[in-house]
């Protein structure tokens, strides 16, 4: 229950301190460095006027190893990720400007190497069907000069990964993993941002 509360509370803090984030002078563009569950970030944003703005992104994450339990069984998940995309930024109201409606298409790869804690079987799942479709909502990134921040929450919509075992002689729990939140079509997203817009 608090990890799913830290989202609502960034994005409040957000919606407090925007008035101190950025002049009111419209910035035509923007670079941004962002953090998110998929990596790091570097984000180039066009202005289009003070209602819409394109980012293009690039991004990724290096090796990086957590537990998890998938029914009732201890694994070591080792992901990794690289990516890009362009996404639209579009904020229905002037006097709001630091609300934003977000959707884009994103291209990359997405693998996890899935190994047994203390057992012998290790899984490969792998998201490399491109492009796939982001939906979500921001705050904060305003159109404007000077200091930037921004929080974003939304969900990556994917043909799901194709998961497949590697090793082991072990009893399969291809069809547990296969079913488990973490390897599904919809992935969650939340990305913080910080840059400056010129």
Known sequence: ??????????AASLIGSTALAGKDDKADYGVL?????????????????????WNFT????????MGATIDD?????????????????HRPSKQADWFRFVSGI??????????????????????????VLYTG???????????????????????????AQTEGTSPDQLEAIE?????GHMLPNFQLTVGYGF
Do not use: H
């Open 1 to 10: 229950m608090r990890l799913a509360a830290i989202p609502c509370v960034l």
């Open 33 to 53: 460095v962002g953090v998110s569950p998929f990596g790091g970030s570097l984000n180039f944003s066009y202005n289009q006027n003070k209602k819409n703005s």
């Open 58 to 65: 690039v991004g990724g994450s290096p090796e990086i190893t």
């Open 73 to 89: 069984v201890e694994y070591d998940v080792t992901g990794s990720s690289a990516w890009s995309g362009v996404f639209w930024n």
């Open 106 to 131: 994103g291209v990359g790869k997405i693998t996890a190497e899935i190994e047994e804690t203390g057992g012998d079987n290790k899984y490969l799942a792998s998201y490399t069907e491109s492009p």
């Open 137 to 163: 909502i921001g705050f904060g990134n305003k159109p404007v000069q000077g200091f930037l921040i921004g929080f974003d929450i939304g969900v990556l919509a994917t043909g799901g990964p194709v998961i």
């Open 179 to 183: 079913d488990n939140w973490r390897f």
